[in-house]
């Protein structure tokens, strides 16, 4: 089984930045891709931006130029520098990651979420 625990949101003015982190933990043998979600009031989970163990990673056209994902392998943590905030990106975000345990097979693992406001 493995846990993600999110950390780092939080209300901040249109223009600020935030980082968000996420840590796994629990019996980890191997995590594969990890990203970030988000979902808007009223709105879909859709993916912000994901990263592989390799380092290669995928953004949503939306925050392309804003926000940058990164990945500490031997920490099993990922983050989520967001700089240049709009309203727009106020969401629930959500940590995900593609991992395997010594007692699970590979599978998607979910954090709770944490939440951005943007505004003012």
């Known amino acids: 089984q493995v846990q993600l625990v999110e950390s780092g949101g939080g209300l901040v003015q249109p223009g600020g930045s935030l980082r968000l982190s996420c840590a796994a933990s629990?019996?980890?043998?191997?995590?594969?891709?990890m990203g970030w979600y988000r979902q808007a009031p009223g709105k879909q989970r859709e993916l912000v931006a994901s990263?592989?163990?390799?380092?290669?990673?995928n953004y949503v056209d939306s925050v392309k130029g804003r926000f940058t994902i990164s990945r500490d392998n031997a920490k099993n943590t990922v983050y989520l520098q967001m700089n240049s905030l709009k309203p727009e990106d106020t969401a629930v975000y959500y940590c995900n990651c593609n991992a395997e345990s010594f007692i699970l097979s590979r599978r998607d693992y979910w954090g709770e979420g944490t939440l951005v406001t943007v505004s003012s």
């Open positions: 990263i592989t163990s390799g380092g290669r990673t």
């Open positions: 629990g019996s980890i043998f191997s995590i594969y891709n």
